[in-house]
């Protein structure tokens, strides 16, 4: 349910947010700052907005992302007093971007966001999550408590045993992927990568710009119910077929700004996508890394916003979410009319259902 006009008004005031008129900010939208964190083991690029006095929220980019994709959220939020930052992954951006592949663990994104924060402070934070970013909040609730004062994820839900293809394949809606002709569900681009790694890095480079032109452009309600492409990209010799190329498509200007697409563009050319496909090629060391957590049980707040409208990480229409259901301890769920990529498709939307659980929950 999203909140009317009026009633938002009510919630911002009392959290102290920022309202909008008419789709536009009514404030001067803050400051977005780019800066750094390094240590002898990794550098870690970041974007940052706000009072640094302010409660400390941290949002993680999935794939194929980077930190400008929460420009609309770091603006937000900073302007009703937090200290919004928002990293590139290691291997995204001006993050370090080590060669070797195992280098791609969670436990190496983690201890990351452990530099990081401490670099921030320290103080215990509310973090946001997106696609793999959910994948480094919920290990860093598991591993570092006390580093969460909340966490909040978009579109893939907690799996105390670990995500991995291992613990995705159970989850998948049968009766939509039967499994002799889907066996790996939806997540069948996701054993291609284990397959033939270098054959879709070359593929997603042999044009970047129409890659990421076809990976933002708005989901249509036509795909509620549907089997989503990704499930035969081994069938069909990879993402694009015997084209190995992106197809061109017009850009979809209600996505990312030209400014936000044009960082997004560019910071692909310099890393490729070897460095950012990388984060699907650990499972084995993922699920060591989530047994040896300190417990599988998650107490403190937890926020799950579903996108209706994602037929990858379908939480909607499959037994997706009920391992978070069982191990999140006070978890709140709310559901937008969305894709993946829910906090660009409807910015104002997932704001205002962060702003409605963060009062809710006093935070």
């Known amino acids: 349910m999203v909140l009317s006009r009026r009633s938002m008004l009510g919630v911002a005031v009392a959290a102290g947010v920022a309202t909008t008129i008419g789709g536009s900010p009514a404030f001067a939208s803050p400051v977005v700052k780019t800066s750094r964190t390094e240590s002898a083991r990794h550098r870690t690029a970041y974007l940052e907005a706000g009072p640094t006095d302010g409660p400390l929220m941290i949002f993680l980019h999935g794939w194929p992302g980077l930190s400008v994709v929460w420009r609309r959220q770091l603006e937000y939020f900073a302007a009703a007093g937090w200290h919004c930052v928002a990293p590139d992954l290691r291997g995204f951006g001006g993050s370090s971007a080590p060669a070797d592949l195992s280098a791609y663990a969670l436990s ?177 060391a993922n699920l060591a890394f989530a047994a040896a957590a300190p417990g599988r049980r998650l107490h403190m707040p937890a926020l799950f916003v579903h996108a209706r409208r994602d037929v990858i990480c379908d939480t909607a229409f499959s037994a997706l979410p009920e391992p978070m259901r069982q191990d999140c301890a006070d978890l709140t769920e709310t559901t937008l009319d969305g894709g993946h990529g829910i906090m660009i498709e409807l910015p104002e939307e997932t704001n205002e259902a962060i702003t409605r659980w963060l009062v809710t929950k006093r935070l």
Request: charged content about 20%; glycine content about 6%.
């Open 108 to 284: 190496e994104l983690v201890q990351d966001m452990v530099e990081l924060h401490d670099g921030l402070g320290g103080q215990p934070a509310v973090w946001v999550g997106h696609d793999w970013g959910c994948a480094v909040v919920w290990a860093v609730a598991a591993h570092h408590a006390r580093r969460c004062r909340a966490v909040i994820t978009l579109t893939t839900p907690y799996i105390a045993d670990g995500l991995a293809l291992r613990n995705l394949v159970p989850l998948v809606n049968r009766s939509l992927y039967p499994s002799n002709q889907y066996p790996a569900g939806q997540w069948d681009y996701y054993a291609d990568y284990y397959e033939h790694l270098d054959r879709a890095v070359q593929d997603f480079e042999a044009d970047t710009h129409a890659t990421l032109n076809v990976l933002y452009q708005r989901t249509p309600a036509s795909v509620v119910g549907t089997r989503a492409t990704l499930a035969d990209v081994r069938r069909r010799g990879g993402w694009f077929g015997d084209a190995h190329r992106a197809p061109t498509v017009p850009r979809d200007p209600s996505m990312l700004a030209q400014v936000d697409f044009d960082a997004l563009v560019s910071a692909y050319l310099k890393t490729g996508f070897r460095s950012t496909c990388a984060i699907y090629l650990n499972d084995e």
